[in-house]
């Protein structure tokens, strides 16, 4: 079985300034590692992944990660935020193609950016 | 290329009654999954379904939901007598291929009063 631990369930930061959104995992079998963003009363929307090759994915609105096998980590980061980065973000791992195909998803990180 | 949709978006029942949820799959993906957000949580699985197929059920209650994908028409995740435990954000998913990314409709937003 997998789990996923999302250290900070809120992160305030200011605009402009950068982020790092912090992931966790722990699987007995190989993953493949996803963020998702969430806005306000919507669904979740992909930011990036991580299937196999260059541990450094990059993603959508200029938001990159980082797998770190040795430290079971798939941590989140921008260089630089805006205020419509202000959202809900999850982080989720799925077992290899022969394992169960269900998303097993953090308990979310709420990304605030204040002007 | 329209995305996921699922209706309704928000559904209000009372105690005992049932609540029908749909959703259309993206065009040519035949892997639909469902999942449950209750408030202040993450999403937690429910059920992956493929065409006519439950595939993977272990995260379905034992009693009161059921869900299906015919051959024809939406996916359907039904919630017989429903409690107010029931209220939360339900989303579907869908895939073109048991690998491939899933990607995420709205969400029906069901409230039991």
């Known amino acids: 079985a997998q789990s996923v631990t999302q250290l900070d369930s809120q992160v305030p930061v200011f605009e402009e300034a950068p982020v790092e959104l912090r992931c966790n995992y722990s699987?007995?079998?190989?993953?493949?590692l996803f963020w998702y963003v969430q806005y306000p009363n919507q669904g979740l929307q992909l930011l990036l992944k991580?299937?196999?090759?260059?541990?450094l994915v990059k993603g959508i609105n200029g938001f990159e990660a980082e797998f770190n096998k040795s430290q079971t980590s798939f941590h989140l980061r921008k260089p630089s935020v805006h205020i419509s980065d202000t959202a809900e973000y999850f982080c989720?791992?799925?077992?290899?193609?022969?394992?169960?195909?269900?998303?097993?998803f953090g308990q979310g990180t709420r990304l605030t950016i204040n002007p | 290329n329209a995305g996921v949709m699922q209706n309704p978006r928000h559904l209000v029942r009372r105690r005992g009654q049932e609540a029908r949820l749909r959703c259309s799959p993206m065009?040519?993906?035949?892997?639909v999954y469902w999942y449950r957000q209750l408030p202040e949580e993450g999403l937690k699985f429910m059920v992956y379904?493929?065409?006519?197929?439950?595939?993977?059920e272990s995260g379905m209650p034992k009693e009161r939901f059921s869900a299906e994908f015919p051959k024809e028409g939406p996916s359907i995740l039904r919630i017989q007598q429903v409690v107010r435990g029931d209220s939360a954000a339900y989303f579907c998913?869908?895939?073109?291929?048991?690998?491939?990314?899933?990607?995420f409709g709205p969400g029906t937003r069901l409230t039991v009063l």
């Open positions: 998913a869908s895939s073109l291929s048991v690998t491939d990314t899933q990607y």
């Open positions: 699987s007995s079998v190989s993953v493949y």
């Open positions: 991580y299937l196999s090759g260059s541990t």
């Open positions: 989720a791992v799925r077992a290899d193609p022969q394992g169960a195909q269900k998303l097993v």
């Open positions: 065009k040519g993906h035949s892997h």
């Open positions: 379904l493929q065409k006519e197929n439950i595939i993977d």
